[in-house]
């Protein structure tokens, strides 16, 4: 099955965090300093050696065409792109521990994968652009200070809305939580719901964004503390239960909330969804629509987005780990017209790097130009490298008890608590 940019973006409880820690109880050493490779091309004399590129199968048109051009027009080796349909995921943690090849591959890194010395820290790779990143999309590939991804391009999800059918109803574009509540509900009648965030209620894809509305996040201090040990927590997933009590969310819809078909076709007047559905919103509304980031809880909190971005990594095991390198530097730092072209040809997604932004065309006005603005403003990771799935589940759970089941927000977060800080006392001590 393809899968898209989008995949890896869902939230708790949907298995995109499935691979994000392994059986590892401790600390097995660091990986092996970044100094200890050259990112500089291969001498002219010496003969190409050939890379092996892993990617997943995008489900955009053109993307896989695209990555083996520029593969093919890299001068100093031979590379060769692989596509992996099906569990992506899983595929890359078995050829991690067992394999000298995918040379070069896409992921998000995993706590797991540095302390088993299974990815080559690339610090010296990325440092001449560093700055050039979100720190949100920049964090997908940090572990402890080393960087060992290089972000390729950034998905984000943010809220729709039909303008006519708000101004009809007299509700404004939502600023807080509480106003979505209340907009959701008068925007419920003549058969069209409120609401739609996923036939879950919203559980998936909204933990996070209701915790970073509070202020709040997973973790926090460099990864080393829970991030919602805090009463706002239970406060801010009550309100997970206030929308699926009072009927104007929008449940088995055709199609989950990843597609616009639910918005499109005229089922809710708002939903939470992906900046790739863009194109096919404007199709159906021309110009009657806009977007959000999700609001913040008060006062004290603030609106969010949440990101996600595969960067290019080198496998630690390869025999060419000097001339991976070089390649990633060559693709992923210095071609940026190819990354460019990668972010905004294929689907709809945000370049990486924010100085490529503003030279994406599509970017730069409209409902297209707000949601770029909200990930220069307001995103966040969702998870990160060390979120492992132990403390996804538990927290995914929680939300779920919470909105399906009426169950106590405090009791419900505080049982999440305590199994995040298990596993963070389990990685570090």
Same mark, same amino acid.
């Given at each position: ?9 869902? #939230?708790?409880?949907?298995? !995109? ?21 050259? !990112? ?14 892993? /990617? ?20 100093? =080796? ?9 569990? /992506? ?16 591959? $896409? ?7 540095? %302390? ?19 720190p949100a999309v920049l964090a997908a590939q940090t572990v402890e200070g080393k960087v060992y991804g290089i972000p390729q391009a950034t998905d984000t ?25 209340? !907009? ?13 965030? @996923? ?19 997973? #973790?926090?201090?460099?990864? %080393? ?11 801010? #997933? ?13 449940? @088995? =819809? ?12 005229? #089922? ?15 199709? =159906? ?33 390869? $025999? ?31 370049p990486a790097r924010q100085s490529l932004v503003g030279r994406a065309e599509n970017l730069r006005s409209g409902p297209a130009a707000d949601a770029a ?32 089941? @009426? ?8 049982? !999440? ?13």
């Amino acid at each position: 099955m393809q899968r898209n940019r989008r995949s890896f973006l869902a #939230l708790a409880g949907v298995g !995109a965090l499935a691979t994000a820690c392994g059986s590892n109880t401790g600390r097995q050493g660091e990986a092996p300093p970044s100094t200890a490779y050259s !990112a500089g091309p291969p001498p002219s004399d010496a003969p190409k050696v050939t890379l092996q590129q892993w /990617y997943h199968a995008y489900g955009e048109d053109g993307v896989q065409d695209a990555v083996k051009k520029y593969a093919a027009s890299y001068p100093g =080796a031979t590379v060769n792109v692989q596509w992996n349909p099906g569990d /992506y995921d899983s595929k890359i943690v078995t050829a991690l521990q067992n394999s000298k090849v995918p040379d070069v591959f $896409e992921a998000q890194v995993k706590i797991d994968w540095v %302390r088993q010395n299974q990815v080559v820290a690339l610090d010296d790779v990325i440092a001449p652009v560093k700055g050039d990143f979100s720190p949100a999309v920049l964090a997908a590939q940090t572990v402890e200070g080393k960087v060992y991804g290089i972000p390729q391009a950034t998905d984000t999800q943010v809220l729709f809305y039909r303008k006519s059918l708000l101004q009809a109803a007299g509700v404004q574009p939502p600023q807080t939580v509480d106003e979505l509540i209340d !907009a959701a509900a008068k925007l419920t009648k003549d058969g069209v719901k409120g609401f739609f965030a @996923g036939n879950d209620g919203g559980v998936g894809v909204l933990t996070g964004p209701l915790l970073w509305s509070a202020g709040l996040d997973y #973790l926090k201090n460099d990864n %080393r503390e829970v991030g919602f040990d805090d009463p706002r927590a239970a406060t801010a #997933l009550a309100k997970l239960h206030t929308l699926n009590a009072n009927g104007s969310l929008l449940l @088995g =819809a055709p199609a989950d909330w990843s597609d616009p078909g639910a918005f499109v076709d005229g #089922l809710t007047a708002m939903q939470w969804t992906g900046l790739w559905n863009v194109p096919k919103i404007r199709q =159906a509304f021309d110009d009657d629509f806009g977007v959000l980031p999700f609001p913040k809880l008060d006062g004290s909190g603030a609106p969010s987005v949440p990101v996600g971005a595969y960067g290019a990594m080198v496998n630690a095991k390869s $025999e060419h780990v000097a001339e991976a390198k070089a390649f990633v530097k060559w693709l992923w730092v210095d071609q940026t017209q190819d990354q460019l072209e990668f972010a905004t040809k294929f689907g709809f997604h945000v370049p990486a790097r924010q100085s490529l932004v503003g030279r994406a065309e599509n970017l730069r006005s409209g409902p297209a130009a707000d949601a770029a603005r909200f990930v220069k403003e307001n995103s966040h990771l969702v998870g990160g490298p060390v979120w492992t799935q132990q403390a996804n589940t538990a927290l995914s759970d929680a939300a779920a008890k919470i909105a399906k089941e @009426g169950a106590d927000p405090v009791a419900q977060t505080k049982t !999440a608590v305590e199994v995040a800080r298990a596993e963070l006392k389990r990685l570090f001590g």
